[in-house]
């Protein structure tokens, strides 16, 4: 599908005289990257609500040219989108490959879609990265899936079965998370009022550290794995992926009601080093 945003330049003021350029590039099937000519920008300079209408509009927002905030300078920054979700490691979480992980999103392998808050009281409106260190070619792809999108081109039938179902999540907290919680399939998103699919794939204990379980409400005991491969064939279709190739530098914000996300597995060693904040 053709992303709506077509390459263009913007800028802002950068200290007391200067503007700094910025270029948009659609990335596909939806996204967008804004460069800061010459880098060395500060997010700071960029005002708020333009950033919070380009993340709206693409869904994922990835900045390149602009400066990484120290851990304490990248909590206060996200302060300024609303309350941040505080985890027990603290409000910047450090996503690093782990050499014995209790959980499957410290180990190597794939992560499948989630979405982020799914065990906590209040479900993130926007998640923040930095990249303080990427491997190339190593695989490790935060791959986001658009389920706006995904309920936009289902067939009335499949909306209305989808409207009748409820999934119970369930996963030991060995983490910063963990519990039971029980969420209607199709949601409405806060800002849009779009329809949002919230769903996360179950994880087979056979394969995963710290497994996730699905109970299905509204759907026939003898039909509930067939229902769960088809919402995780559907939600992998390319036409609704976008997968991130991690650059030591980048900035990503990104929706966590349109999108659910994950992760592909890494092909060989990694030193990659990710920072996340979480805005409710």
Known sequence: MANSVSPSATSYPCGSTERTKLTHHPLRPFGRVVEAA??????????????????????????RGFDLLGRQAF???????GEIL???PGEVVDLVVQDDPKNYLF???????????AFVEANPRYFF??????????????VFSDTTRAYRDADQETRDRWSRVSIT??????????????????????????????????????????????????????EVDGFLGSLSELVHRPEYCY??????????????????????????????????????
């Not at 180990?107 to 808050?117: K, L, Q």
């Not at 009601?257 to 994950?262: K, N, P």
């Not at 030193?271 to 996340?276: E, G």
Request: charged share 25%; net charge negative; proline share 7%.
């Open 129 to 142: 990265f930095q990249c303080l260190d990427a491997t190339p070619g190593a695989g490790g792809q935060t």
């Open 38 to 63: 010459g880098g060395g920008a500060r997010i700071e300079d960029v005002p708020v609500p333009m950033l919070v209408r380009w993340t709206e509009e693409s869904r994922v927002l990835v900045l």
């Open 243 to 280: 997968d991130h190739d991690w650059r030591a530098g980048d900035i990503v914000i990104a929706d966590n009601f349109s999108l659910i996300h994950g992760r592909n597995a890494f092909t060989g060693p990694t030193k990659r080093h990710l920072q996340r904040v979480e805005v409710i």
């Open 169 to 222: 999540y369930s996963t030991d907290k060995v983490v910063h998370y963990g519990g039971e919680v029980t969420e209607r399939l199709v949601a409405q998103h806060p800002a849009t009022g779009l329809p949002v699919l919230r769903f996360a794939e179950p994880l087979a204990p056979e394969k995963y550290k710290n497994p996730v379980f699905a109970q299905v409400h509204g759907v026939d005991e003898s």
């Open 107 to 117: 180990a190597s392998g794939d992560v499948p879609f989630h979405w982020d808050g």
């Open 86 to 88: 505080k985890w027990e």
């Open 75 to 81: 909590a206060d920054y996200c302060r300024g989108w």
